[in-house]
């Protein structure tokens, strides 16, 4: 089926390889990447690329009519980390865009939306283990409270104008193609360079702090998955709670060490650690498993040896 699509925010982690799975199923033309800044040769070099700033609507609306855009991945933010040093900025980045594509979306200027929530919605009231769909979320970051006002105004536009957005809240991703940025999970990829690079590392959470992870081809199978699937059997229309590990920067250093002996871990927890603390251990997917099909496919061990095989090749 040929389809128009825009991703903006498409030189990040997510949105790089958003993009070229997309080019891959949809065709190369068909699939606009977007950022205020040029991102890797692969992506750039692949197909149609518009410098542009999600926070402008009248530019996105320009880039829309010019392509002919009917989708939208809205993959532009500001993480966790950053977030908290940059409140007011991150609000701005965070709302107004999403704003702009729902608005967009509402004006019948595009028939569907992609906008992603994360596992940062929860807080520290929120039921750790398996956390629920529904539950307490209560979330204490600059970041989740972004989320999940976000996440209110998706099934508000849903329910009062039928905005056809789409959502799921991501664990942490880890990846080797695109590095990530400012995030609090952040350190289970830099946990990779630094065993390949010096086979020791300093981690900045506690080796206990057990988080939800997801191996990043998993997560854009969910994504895709998500945005083909037939609207009446989606019945979150806030944002669905997707899984598919969770371990603790004690669990990673132990997988790590099964292909590299020598490996050294030592931590020096920062404010992140206070972050993580807030955060769920574990989430209860069944929701996206019952509406959607979702499973996952990567575990720790293999995600470990996907890592140590793709990352050697990648230039840092
Ligand atoms: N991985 C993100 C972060 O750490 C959570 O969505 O900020």
Not at 146 to 175: A, M, N, T
Request: charged share 20%; hydrophobic share 35%.
């Amino acid at each position: 089926m040929q389809k128009s699509i825009l991703i903006l925010g498409a030189c990040g982690q997510i949105g790089t390889e958003l993009t070229l799975a997309l080019r891959e199923l949809y065709g190369n033309e068909q699939v606009v990447a977007s950022d205020i800044r040029e991102g890797t040769d692969s992506l750039m070099n692949s197909g149609p690329f518009e410098l542009l700033d999600a926070t402008n609507y009248e530019a996105i609306e320009d880039v829309i009519m010019y392509h002919e855009i009917e989708e939208v991945y809205l993959m532009a933010a500001m993480l966790s980390a950053t977030a908290e040093k940059f409140p007011e900025r991150a609000w701005n980045l965070n709302m107004n865009s999403l704003f702009n594509v729902l608005n967009l979306a509402k004006e019948k200027k595009i028939e569907k939306l992609f906008w992603p929530s994360s596992i940062a919605v929860f807080g520290p009231n929120t039921p750790k283990d398996n956390t629920p769909q529904s539950t307490i979320m209560e979330p204490s970051t600059v970041y989740g409270i972004s989320k999940q006002s976000g996440e209110r105004w998706c099934s508000y536009y849903y329910h009062k104008f039928g905005v056809d957005v789409r959502s799921v809240r991501y664990p942490g991703l880890i990846s080797w193609k695109t590095l990530p940025g400012g995030g609090t999970t952040d350190y289970a990829i830099e946990i990779y360079h630094a065993a390949l690079e010096k086979a020791s590392y300093t981690c900045f959470l506690n080796e206990d702090v057990k988080l939800p992870m997801m191996f990043m081809d998993d997560a854009i199978r969910a994504t895709i998955k998500l945005m083909d699937c037939n609207p009446e059997k989606i019945s979150v229309r806030s944002s669905y709670n997707l899984a598919a590990m969770s371990f603790s920067p004690a669990d990673i250093s132990a997988s790590i060490k099964k292909h590299i002996p020598n490996f050294k871990v030592s931590y020096s927890p920062d404010f992140r650690q206070g972050i993580a603390e807030t955060w769920p251990s574990s989430i209860d997917d069944s929701k996206a498993k019952e509406d959607w099909g979702w499973e996952s496919k990567f575990n720790l061990e293999n995600t470990t040896v996907e890592m140590l095989k793709h990352l050697p090749s990648q230039s840092h």
